[in-house]
């Protein structure tokens, strides 16, 4: 017997879902709207001062642009009903847009090194470097309240596209205050090979982001298994809602994106029909639901021959 949260009635739990779709394609909407705008700003400072430090947080901007665009696209891919191509949905677009921005975060990095490289070789000293360092920190300000506000939500819509986004917006926001720092130093002690110097920094600190970011949405495209926390509470919840069951063992869980599944098999009294077996199912369902908004579950019912003694004991 197999049960899925998409057999549930529709009401509330999917008017939620399509309210956080909805959510989620402002945020990702929003985000591209405000990487245009840091970048205007960063590369003004470039433009008034000639730095190359600056040059290079200009660049890991145009990357965030092209990555909020491809994320736009991945969430709104995501969010496609599930259909006969895609009978389990849609939902791991989110985490091809994190791994295609790991991917041009590593471009923009070697970018930044070739024109670093080129700088230190003939150092400069900075042109205007005071209104530079202030427009530059005017876009600093905007990436921190953005990324924060981001990354909290990113969490709360289950966004691996968020938050590779938020996650990649924060990065820059460390380099971005680093190069402030570097480069008020460079002005006080007039040491024009500090600036090159920092635009290396930059490229090998976006290059540890671009890692991370690519490393971690692979786990997800591998069918990680939900946090321990999280696949913890399946257990008990299956645990404490199975009355009249035996055991329950074989249980997996995976997550994609926002998307989670439950799978197991639930060991029954030889005895017990077909209809109270079901009732079971239907009140376990209806508890992992209520936990795991929009969690599909499917469940295969054994009779008691097939208990394994070694899986989740019923309370």
């Not at 990649?168 to 460390?174: C, E, F, K, N, R």
Request: net charge negative; hydrophobic share 55%; proline share 4%.
């Amino acid at each position: 017997m197999t049960t899925s949260a998409a057999d549930q009635p529709a009401g509330r739990p999917r008017a939620s879902l399509a309210q956080r779709e909805r959510a989620t394609l402002r945020l990702a909407i929003a985000t591209v709207a405000v990487a245009v705008i840091v970048l205007g700003l960063k590369y003004a400072a470039y433009a008034v001062t000639g730095s190359i430090a600056l040059f290079s947080d200009a660049l890991e901007s145009i990357v965030n642009v092209v990555a909020g665009l491809v994320a736009l696209w991945a969430v709104h891919v995501s969010h496609q009903p599930a259909d006969a191509g895609h009978p389990f949905g849609h939902h791991k677009a989110e985490y091809f847009s994190a791994v295609v921005e790991g991917v041009l975060i590593v471009l923009a990095a070697l970018l930044i090194l070739r024109e670093a490289w080129g700088a230190w070789q003939e150092p400069r000293l900075l042109d205007a470097p005071l209104m530079g360092l202030a427009i530059n920190g005017v876009a600093t300000l905007v990436n921190v309240c953005w990324a924060t506000f981001l990354l909290r939500k990113a969490r709360e819509l289950r966004s691996p596209a968020l938050d590779a986004d938020g996650r990649h917006i924060m990065a820059d926001v460390v380099t971005s205050v680093g190069v402030l720092v570097g480069l008020v130093l460079a002005v006080l002690t007039g040491w024009a090979a500090l600036d090159p110097a920092l635009a290396a920094l930059v490229a090998l600190n976006i290059l540890r982001e671009g890692f991370n970011v690519v490393t971690k949405s692979l786990s997800g495209l591998l069918d990680e298994a939900m946090e321990p926390a999280d696949d913890l509470r399946v257990r008990e919840i299956v645990s404490m809602n199975g009355d009249g069951a035996i055991e329950v063992h074989d249980l997996k869980t995976r997550a994609a994106g926002r998307a989670v599944f439950i799978e197991f098999h639930m060991v029954v009294p030889s005895e017990m029909t077909v209809g109270d077996a079901h009732v079971i199912c239907d009140r376990v369902e209806a508890a992992l639901e209520a936990e795991f908004e929009g969690a599909v579950v499917t469940i295969h019912v054994e009779p008691e021959e097939e208990a394994k003694r070694t899986g989740v004991p019923i309370l």
